[in-house]
């Protein structure tokens, strides 16, 4: 099955900092999506993104399907964006099958 | 109102014993999931039902059974309850597309 690779493992910013976080994935895909999850556990959708670059205030994210990768940009990083970002990808062989990545942990001190 | 939502969110119980969560969607979904994530954060499938029908099992004893009665429920039950069973146990649901998946809350499962 696919495999997704998420780096790096762990990240710590000082408020105000940028950062870029990838996702590689071993096939192709039709469906990646990037997620939060805060300290208290909830799992958000930050971006539906099979394919080229969006944009969510201090997120963006560009994925290049020819390539096998995503990124997941924060700029001007916040506490409250503290937690672990996940990718997570389904490929049209796998059904309604959607894999995630181990995912990268970020804290961001103030 | 929240859109996917499991209960019980904490359960504290002994081993051997048989538990039960719920979890509904109000979304209009027809894809539902049920993932397990350990205590190192990684998140694994464990099933996935479309229009009350089990389309991925994946490799998870048969302790653990789904049961959708209608496409908005999805429930989990856990027979003969063990101490590796401790773990976050998340609802989810999406469109049919597979597109953006909604999650529930998650249910702590802490087995003693």
């Known amino acids: 099955g696919i495999q997704v690779e998420q780096s790096p493992p762990d990240l710590i910013l000082q408020e105000g900092a940028n950062s870029t976080l990838r996702c590689n994935f071993s096939d192709s895909v039709n469906n990646l999506q990037w997620f939060h999850q805060n300290p208290w556990g909830q799992l958000i959708n930050l971006f539906y993104i099979p394919s080229g670059t969006k944009q969510n205030g201090r997120l963006s994210a560009t994925t290049v399907a020819t390539e096998r990768y995503s990124l997941l940009y924060i700029s001007s990083s916040q506490t409250t964006d503290s937690g672990v970002y996940f990718c997570a990808v389904g490929s049209s062989g796998g059904g309604f099958k959607t894999i995630f990545g181990a995912g990268t942990r970020l804290f961001v001190k103030a | 109102d929240t859109a996917v939502s499991q209960t019980p969110k904490y359960l504290v119980t002994q081993m051997g014993n048989d538990k039960s969560i719920k979890c509904e969607q109000n979304?209009?979904?027809?894809?539902m999931y049920w993932y397990k994530q350990d205590s190192k954060k990684f998140l694994k499938i464990m099933f996935s039902y479309n229009n009350k029908e089990l389309i991925i099992n994946e490799t998870v004893p048969n302790r653990f059974s789904p049961k959708s009665p209608d496409k908005a429920h999805l429930n989990l039950h856990i027979n003969s309850l063990e101490l590796g069973d401790s773990a976050v146990y998340f609802c989810a649901s999406t469109t049919r597309s597979g597109n953006t998946i909604y999650f529930g809350e998650g249910s702590w499962l802490t087995v003693v």
């Open positions: 979304l209009g979904h027809d894809t």
